[in-house]
């Protein structure tokens, strides 16, 4: 009797798994963090986060240095999806690059006609999608929503996220120190010359990588960016001969390493850390105010308008394919769960105002109310939407998670 052997997944199978199954968790987190900030435990809440453990708050170590290993992971999926995977080549590029690039600008503008001043600091708030979150009100969907539809939301993430630090690094960078600088850069020269001779040791990297991050946290830009530097350089073996499966290169390893622990209990911690908002001892203007309605505003109608209309234009100029198998009412779906910009939208928030605790308050309102109802518009659609691929169809689309 013969015996079928069972394929192993691809790492980007196994990304989306995990990040759907992470998604699940963090919205339970979520609504757990506003549940007790707006319960008689709000006060134990604030005074936790606001403890000092050594020279930071608990809330400035899940932020500032925890998040840094978040940033890691970014870097680390977003060089390997470049470099080897499902964004190697521009082909594969454009459609989720091009959509990418809408659902930022066009949350951007929105923001900027609602707000004027000190709060337009803001503008980029609406502009990240959470990979986690929308994977994961994706994954509810199950057959529903074909394969490529998947790979299309995990890529333009991706690049969305790329877009997030890109921005944080311009815009979100404090009075620079140039010595603690030039100590990172030092450190940069090293990782970058450790890549070069090949050393595949991944305790060295790491090594090197906390120095980097307590230099860039005394130099002025937002440490969480040592972890995507960091990132950049871990060897990554593309040997055309070895399956993403049998990978043994420091980047497949660290990556494989640091899923669990970021999915489940980095982010979630960040989420209950920042999504608590006292809903209660807010004032009646701060649901309607500037802020809030532009964060809103540019995930609920931005995102869906920038990465639906930007991703139309390039199929019907021919620029890029769409993806296999998904109805135009699907992309519109997918459009929408691009609206849910939480993580990365609550780190920029702490960031745009750091000193202003109700502006704060009010982008949290506006990143939690666009989240939700991006969320719930897109799952609706999608559910209601008729699956248009056959099984024959479905399965051939599925072989990009194993190929």
């Not at 998604?23 to 006060?43: H, Q, R």
């Not at 978040?70 to 964004?87: N, S, W």
């Not at 986690?132 to 199950?142: E, N």
């Not at 970021?262 to 802020?291: E, K, R, W």
């Amino acid at each position: 009797m013969a015996i079928t052997r069972l394929k192993t997944p691809s790492a980007l199978r196994r990304f989306l798994n995990g990040q759907s199954s992470a998604g699940l968790v963090l919205m339970a987190t979520a609504a757990l963090a506003l549940i007790v900030a707006n319960s008689p435990l709000a006060g134990t809440y604030e005074a936790i986060l606001h403890t000092y453990v050594g020279p930071l708050s608990l809330g400035h170590w899940i932020n500032d240095a925890l998040m840094a290993v978040f940033f890691l992971l970014v870097g680390l999926e977003i060089k390997r999806e470049m470099l080897d995977g499902q964004l190697s080549t521009w082909s594969r590029r454009i459609l989720p690059g091009v959509a990418a690039l809408g659902g930022m600008v066009v949350p951007a503008l929105i923001f900027y006609a609602l707000n004027t001043g000190p709060t337009a600091r803001g503008w980029a708030i609406p502009a990240a999608t959470d990979i986690a979150f929308a994977l994961g009100v994706i994954s509810l969907l199950g057959k529903r929503a074909p394969a490529s539809l998947r790979i299309f939301l995990a890529a333009l993430a991706i690049i969305d996220d790329l877009g997030a630090v890109i921005i944080i690094a311009l815009f979100y960078t404090a009075d620079l120190s140039l010595g603690n600088l030039a100590g990172a850069g030092a450190i940069v020269v090293a990782l970058v010359a450790m890549n070069r001779f090949k050393i595949d040791r991944l305790l060295p990297y790491l090594l090197l990588g906390a120095a980097l991050w307590f230099f860039v946290f005394r130099s002025g830009i937002h440490a969480t960016l040592a972890g995507v530097v960091l990132a950049l350089t871990i060897p990554l073996d593309r040997t055309p001969s070895r399956s993403d499966s049998d990978a043994e290169s420091p980047l497949h390893r660290l990556e494989h390493a640091l899923h669990l622990p970021v999915g489940f209990l980095i982010v979630p911690l960040f989420a209950f850390a920042n999504a608590g908002v006292p809903l209660l001892g807010l004032p009646a203007d701060a649901f309607t105010a500037p802020v809030t309605l532009g964060v809103t505003l540019g995930l609920l109608l931005g995102k869906p308008i920038g990465v639906f209309g930007l991703s139309m234009i390039a199929i019907r100029l021919g620029l890029a394919d769409a993806p296999a198998y998904a109805s135009r009412t699907q992309m519109l779906g997918v459009s929408l769960l691009c609206g849910i910009g939480f993580t990365m939208s609550l780190f920029i928030a702490l960031l745009a105002y750091p000193d202003a605790a109700i502006l704060q308050a009010e982008a949290k309102i506006g990143i939690l109310a666009g989240s939700l109802l991006s969320g719930l518009l897109g799952y609706t659609l999608l559910r209601m939407s008729r699956p248009e691929v056959s099984g024959c169809e479905e399965r051939n689309v599925k072989a990009e998670f194993v190929r």
